[in-house]
């Protein structure tokens, strides 16, 4: 599951670390519609989880649902390794409905592979995670360093640089589904269809149903992005279906059951806040990092883009698995913090981490160019707020929810990140517009002003997260 998910990732972060500068400078769109974009394009593919878990749980199982998951990303990939600016929204279509299919699936199963109660689950996850960002390492510098021509422009034409940067998701994606499919026998009965217990012939109706469905939503997503006032109505309608849809399943279960269910909601809502700060990291920060950042990095001669796409991976590549062992270490000797206080710890690394984003005006020169050094440590603080948060999040889905919900939980765990992500395009979007017709000096004053506010509401919302643990526990019953 770890080179799987990691090659899988290479493909996705390659992929969103382009979108924002391919748009403004290939697609010839402004940076506010460039940044809204984004958020389209990142709400759809993790809304689109919450459809791909409901499915794998009726219909087809966790391992079917991510190999044709994988399949339809490498589809998309293709289509826009052939012409990146013609078929842009076709091979996006492509990539958000695979993505779905594959990314809470393969999620669900790394849970499934520990037993109920298993203390070793936050560890596991966290290492699982060290994969996630191993992938997001290699793709989010590669892909957008050879789109830009700062990466082989001796060996690559100019004219085919966007071609073999996004044909490059698409390898790496085949890697993926190859390792998948070659190590499932060591998975035993995890993921296998939920409905053996009714005929084939019935059984293979409801896939082949489910593909094709599948399929004829590409064109729906397609419109939707490309157009974001359709994404707005999407987005006012997802989120509170899904929500009426868990509490009918509700009726089905006891009140404890009911109460962990409660707690689940509780923190996807939080994780929508971190991840509408964290993932500037494609909107706002990927034109601040163009625009404002040297190209040496500790004496090095980087892209900044590179770097702000892949030097949180490198911190979580590094961290991941001492975080994970010392959160063994502190369960053995029963000071481990329960996972609210960890949620809010995430938030305070993240107000850091924006603090610093802020500080990096102090360092800047006349022309608003300022040190890559510092920007970097900013995303050294934000990435132990990622990892007090983002793996033990999904752990927390695996606990909280009842056995044959837990795909669809952890679907609505990344539709919550959906929503992250929308707000993440608004945000951005602002911010852009506040910068707009502004000198590059100017600029930088501007969007460094609007990360030393997410600083501030990140500090709020974590002081906030510890204070009310105690209630939220109570509804957790026992899970830790």
């Known amino acids: 599951m770890f080179f799987s998910e990691m090659w899988e990732r290479f493909s996705f972060y390659g992929m969103r670390g382009m979108l924002v500068f391919f748009m403004i400078h290939q697609l010839d769109m402004t940076k506010v519609v460039a940044n809204l974009q984004y958020g389209a394009t990142q709400a759809f593919v993790y809304a689109f989880t919450f459809v791909g878990g409901m499915l794998a749980d009726k219909i087809l ?3 079917r649902s991510l190999f044709w998951g994988g399949l339809l990303m490498i589809v998309g990939s293709i289509i826009l390794a052939i012409d990146p600016k013609e078929f842009f929204f076709l091979g996006i279509g492509f990539n958000i409905v695979g993505t779905g299919f594959f990314k809470p699936n393969i999620s669900t199963i790394v849970g499934r592979l ?3 109660g298993d203390f070793r689950t936050d560890a596991g996850f966290s290492l699982f995670y060290a994969g996630v960002n191993l992938g997001a390492l290699l793709g989010g510098y590669l892909c957008i360093a050879i789109g830009q021509r700062d990466l082989f422009k001796d060996y690559i034409g100019a004219q085919y640089a966007w ?13 993926s589904l190859l390792t998948f499919t070659n190590t499932q026998k060591s998975l ?10 009714i005929e084939k012939s019935k059984r293979r109706l409801y896939e082949w149903l489910t593909y094709a469905g599948s399929l004829a939503l590409i064109p729906v997503i397609m419109i939707m992005v490309s157009k974001t006032k359709y994404t707005d109505i999407f987005m006012y309608i997802i989120g509170p279906c899904s929500l009426l ?9 006891s009140a404890a059951e009911n109460k962990k269910l409660t707690a689940a909601i509780l923190f996807m809502l939080l994780s929508i806040i971190f991840w509408a700060f964290f993932e500037q990291s494609g909107g706002s920060l990927s034109i601040f990092a163009d625009n404002n950042l040297q190209h040496s990095l500790f004496g090095m001669n980087l892209s900044p883009n590179g770097i702000n796409n892949s030097a949180n991976s490198v911190f979580v590549i590094i961290f991941a698995t001492p975080l994970g062992l ?6 053995r000797r029963k000071i481990e913090p329960n996972t609210i206080v960890k949620f809010g710890l995430g938030f305070l690394f993240l107000a850091g981490g924006f603090y610093i984003f802020y500080l990096t005006r102090l360092f800047a020169n006349a022309q608003g160019v300022t040190s890559l050094n510092v920007f970097t440590l900013g995303w050294l603080v934000i990435t132990f707020g990622e990892l007090c948060l983002s793996p033990i999040g999904m752990s927390i889905m695996t606990k909280l929810s009842p056995y044959k919900l837990q795909a669809m939980i952890m679907g609505m765990w990344f539709l919550a990140s959906a929503y992250g992500q929308y707000f993440a395009g608004l945000l951005g979007a602002n911010i852009a517009e506040a910068s707009e017709n502004a000198t590059n000096s100017q ?11 997410l600083a501030l509401y990140s500090l709020v919302a974590g002081a906030l997260v510890i204070a009310g643990s105690p209630f939220i526990k109570k509804l957790m019953g026992g899970v830790k």
């Not at 071609?163 to 890697?175: C, K, S």
């Open 245 to 253: 849809y868990i509490f009918y399943e509700m009726k089905n279960y």
């Open 326 to 331: 010392l959160w063994i270490w502190l369960n």
């Open 163 to 175: 071609n073999v940067a996004f044909g490059l998701a698409a390898i790496v994606m085949v890697v």
């Open 188 to 197: 035993a009965t995890i993921g296998i269809s939920p409905l053996l217990h």
């Open 443 to 453: 600029a930088l004053e501007v969007y460094t002003k609007g990360y030393g506010q």
């Open 61 to 63: 199982g966790y391992r």
């Open 114 to 116: 520990y037993k109920e």
